[in-house]
């Protein structure tokens, strides 16, 4: 990881209702992340956003 990850100001942080950012795990060797309820993402896709470089994961 190169930096920290953003701070979660996304709608279901702030109702806290939902997943955060946090809950989820990050396996950077396998380019996966999983859920709390244990699903795993099907696409990462690496990305240029708002001038920065960001991964979306599907």
Do not use: E, Y
């Not at 953003?6 to 996966?32: C, E, M, T, Y």
């Amino acid at each position: 990881m190169i930096t920290p990850t953003v701070l979660d100001h996304s709608p279901q942080a702030r109702a806290d209702a939902g997943f955060q950012k946090r809950a989820f795990r990050i396996d950077w060797n396998v380019r996966r992340a999983r859920c709390p309820q244990g699903r795993t993402s099907t696409g990462w896709f690496p990305v240029r956003q708002h001038g920065r470089d960001a991964i979306v994961v599907q």
